[in-house]
């Protein structure tokens, strides 16, 4: 029986058929030949897949003529967000090492603005080193470098030489809380190879070694760094900051030094600071209410001193630093790291961490061949000095 077209395979009515089906006419044998793939369907997985990985960069770039050509009719080479990143790394990097290297402008141009002075003491029976370290911390009444106009100003008087109108024994414990004790210049003590005399007199007749030696020899401990800032200093320092503010709960008034100020908080600066920290003859409480105030301005200076706005701006550090440097003598054996270890210990005292306290008297008003003079109670100042010594708690009251 004869086959038919669609037998045959043959085109015509019936071959076309098969050829749809996708069956090899020109082969003996019906074999399934492979399907071509629709150029449409493939550019839309192409187009899919690059939507799918716009930043990663994967596959080649397209040009004209294909892949790999850079011409107008492709998209180009992606660049990797890695290299965006390692120029905002190196842009960081860059300004904090230019905050750094201002910071240490700063701290050096106010370490070096400090002048250095001989403060070992030439006794060879000193105190034996106790627990923590000890700072002797001195203002003194030079009025060397204050022309007259500034002595007028400033009421210091033209008296000559210099004595020591601040004495205080900063304790740095080897753990815990600092410890600031004013001594009054008044205090009746020994003066090692001149007798007994008002503790600020060491400072006339020997200067800083003799101060030193007579505080070791009062108190029982060792000085291992000291500081020094007279009159013109002080007044620096305070101009420096913009004045320190102080609350007064009552008005305060001293013909002698000129002294008047109302009651309530205030900006103290100039004359108006010193003589605040100098009064005693308008004070009831004389040489003891002056300590105090010396050390509630002394902790307000430092706090101001110290305040994020001006340790952490190189150019206010700078400003401040030198001012305040340019204010100091330190002993040739202080360190920039025990300078740095006084601020942080004054910080803290001012931010109410650690003890701020006066050495236990006995008599305020002691009469002495030296004049009136202020009597230390032996026992409890030898309680709190050997405390001291010892890093052990106080037992004295602020």
């Not at 074999?31 to 939507?51: C, F, H, K, M, S």
């Not at 799918?52 to 080479?77: I, K, M, T």
């Not at 701290?107 to 003491?121: K, T």
Request: glycine share 12%; proline share 8%.
């Amino acid at each position: 029986m004869p086959r038919t077209s669609r037998d045959s395979g043959a085109p015509g009515s019936g071959g076309d058929e098969w050829d749809e089906a996708g069956w090899d006419q020109d082969r003996t044998q019906q074999i399934p030949r492979q399907q071509p793939v629709e150029r449409a369907y493939v550019d839309q997985g192409q187009q899919q897949w690059d939507d799918q990985q716009p930043s990663r960069g994967y596959g080649p770039p397209q040009g004209p003529g294909g892949p790999g050509g850079p011409g107008p009719g492709g998209r180009g080479r992606r660049r990797h967000p890695r290299y965006g990143i390692r120029r905002v790394f190196v842009f960081l990097l860059v300004i904090v090492l230019a905050y750094v290297a201002a910071m240490v402008w700063a701290l050096g141009a106010s370490w070096n603005a400090i002048d250095e002075v001989d403060a070992a003491p030439t006794s060879g029976n000193r105190p034996g080193q106790g627990s923590g370290s000890n700072v002797l911390l001195v203002g003194t009444d030079s009025r060397e470098n204050l022309s007259k106009e500034q002595r007028n100003e400033l009421k210091t008087g033209s008296t000559a030489g210099a004595r020591a109108d601040t004495i205080m024994l900063l304790h740095l414990p080897g753990s815990g809380d600092p410890t600031l004790v004013s001594l009054p210049r008044d205090s009746y003590v020994d003066i090692p190879g001149n007798g007994m005399n008002k503790i600020n007199a060491s400072y006339a007749i020997g200067g800083p070694p003799l101060m030193v030696d007579t505080v070791e020899q009062a108190t029982g401990l060792r000085i291992d760094s000291y500081l020094e800032v007279g009159f013109d200093g002080f007044v620096d320092v305070v101009a420096a900051v913009g004045g320190v503010e102080m609350c007064l709960p009552d008005a305060v008034f001293e013909e002698r030094s000129d002294l008047d100020l109302p009651a309530g908080c205030q900006e103290l600066e100039g004359k108006d600071a010193l003589n605040y920290v100098r009064m005693r003859y308008a004070d009831p409480r004389g040489d003891l209410g002056r300590v105090e105030r010396q050390r509630d301005f002394l902790s307000a200076l430092v706090s101001k001193m110290t305040s994020p706005a001006t340790l952490l701006n190189p150019l206010e550090l700078h400003d401040a630093g030198t001012a305040t440097g340019s204010s100091l003598r330190r002993g040739n054996d202080t360190s920039m790291g025990e300078m740095m270890d006084i601020g942080l210990a004054m910080r803290s005292i001012s931010g109410g961490s650690g003890q701020s306290i006066t050495v236990p008297i006995a008599d305020p008003n002691f009469s002495t061949p030296a004049g009136s003079s202020v009597l230390w109670n032996e026992a409890e100042a030898g309680e709190l000095f050997e405390a001291l010594r010892t890093d052990a708690p106080l037992t004295i009251e602020p």
